[in-house]
């Protein structure tokens, strides 16, 4: 029988309801990677449930965002007790002290090669901590983690339900300086790229990669990236993609057949302003000016996200915006219908519905820059059902009410952070001078 297993979220989360859309259809691939690495060195390795973790001596949990570990607090209490171990990891595990009373062992980084260690440790009846490895009862403050890296992607095919996964690179070939993707992992390999339902179908691609591409293939572009709403603020976070170029990619969609596109896009950067917004209108209407009228536009919709300082960036310490941005984008043009912010001859420009709301910003801030205090709120709040099926406004006034979250958003000295212990493979250190002591964005509703 196997005594080890990866565990299996059943809540409710998002939308989907994982009894029934299990791990068979839903699959975290690191996971999967994981579970592959185990069986790979020789153990046997189930999946599990609340109703079942307690068959397993260890219990391999990931957490793959900062929501994640608000779930997976109130998602513990329907455990079943027993002698098990827990272990997280993902891209959710970064500040080891909102974690500390959730489980017993914390991976830093890539975890195929930990999870064996740690593995082999447990199932012999030791202890296993230090590098990047944190057994939660020895945690100290005074002692230096750092995430765990890898010279090379996975080299074996990881066979899931839905698809066989082959990992093709790591990291990103770019270095923005808000982004943890590109600061948390060494980049190994080619470009990032997201193909969707393969290789020959939809991509999502960076904008400067398809630049330097010369904007080949971009018919099968879905989903690109500005990451900024002006030239300004992209070339400030080290994303120097130029209002040209954003113009250029546009009109070079318009050449086509109608369809939609998505932008992700990040608001509430220090010193953003509406002219920053403005800016995007601008280079939508050129790009539309040198465009021929079309039946069927060209959509493309804006996915905007507030701001989070992310630990072990350049702008960890940077301040982040204390407002509401939830549709605010669309708000710059009233007269239009829906949330456009634009509307011309062959283009028009749409927020969607998918930015977070200031509580949920909050909720992010409290796991990223949160202490010992906040991961206590974090879980008396996360096991109180009312909490999770309140309005955001309602979200926001009770974490207003048990925490002073408004001093978390401002600025901070490095030696402040949660995760001041915590080493990524790059000196991000050094780069948080630069970020730190900007002014807050002026945009979005205050609060």
């Known amino acids: 029988m196997a005594e080890i297993a990866c565990y299996v979220p059943t809540l409710k989360v998002a939308g989907h309801d994982f009894k029934n859309d299990s791990f068979d259809t839903r699959q975290w691939t690191g996971l999967c990677m994981v579970k592959d690495a185990l069986e790979r060195a020789g153990h046997e390795v189930d999946f599990c449930s609340s109703a079942t973790v307690s068959r397993y001596r260890l219990v391999f949990v990931s957490l793959t965002s900062d929501r ?55 199932l012999k009846g030791h202890a296993l901590h230090g590098g990047s490895v944190i057994h939660v009862p020895d945690y100290s403050e005074g002692e230096e983690y750092r995430l765990a890296q890898a010279t090379e992607p996975y080299p074996h095919e990881v066979v899931q339900t839905v698809r066989v996964y082959k990992e093709g690179h790591i990291g990103c070939n770019h270095k923005c300086a808000f982004c943890g993707y590109s600061w948390h992992r060494v980049h190994v390999g080619g470009e990032f790229r997201n193909d969707f339902g393969g290789a020959h179908i939809e991509q999502e691609r960076a904008m400067l990669d398809l630049k330097r591409s010369g904007w080949a293939d971009l018919g099968r572009l879905r989903v690109t990236a500005l990451d900024g709403s002006s030239e300004r603020i992209r070339r400030m976070v080290n994303k120097p993609i130029a209002d040209a170029d954003v113009e250029e990619l546009m009109a070079r969609l318009c050449e086509g057949k109608g369809r939609s596109v998505k932008l992700f896009n990040v608001v509430g950067y220090p010193t953003e302003t509406i002219e920053d917004w403005r800016d995007l209108e601008e280079v939508m209407a050129r790009a539309d000016a040198r465009s021929e009228p079309k ?41 239009l219908p829906g949330k456009m912010f634009f509307s011309g001859r062959a283009l028009y420009g749409a927020e969607d519905f998918g930015c977070d709301s200031l509580a949920a910003t909050a909720m992010s801030c409290m796991v990223w820059r949160g202490h010992e205090k906040a991961a206590d709120t974090i879980r008396r709040l996360a096991l109180h059902d009312r909490f999770w099926t309140a309005p955001s406004k309602v979200k926001l006034a009770t974490i207003e009410s048990v925490c002073d979250i408004r001093r978390m958003f401002e600025a901070k000295d490095p030696a402040d952070l949660p ?8 000196k991000v250190e050094k780069l948080y001078g630069r970020y730190r002591d900007l002014p807050p964005a002026t945009t979005g509703a205050r609060r």
């Open 68 to 122: 994640s570990i608000w779930e997976f607090w109130r998602e513990r209490r329907t455990w079943e007790p027993g002698e098990y171990r827990v272990a997280v990891g993902g891209f959710g595990v970064l500040n080891p002290k909102v974690l500390l009373g959730l489980c017993d062992y914390i991976q830093l980084g890539r975890g195929e090669r930990t999870s064996v260690e740690l593995a082999d440790a447990v």
């Open 295 to 335: 039946d069927t536009r060209v959509g493309f919709g804006l996915h905007n996200t507030p701001f989070r300082a992310f630990p072990l960036t350049p702008m960890a310490c940077s301040p982040m915006a204390y407002r509401e941005y939830r549709l605010m984008f669309g708000a710059m043009a009233p007269n």
């Open 419 to 426: 995760t001041s212990n915590i080493r990524t493979y790059a």
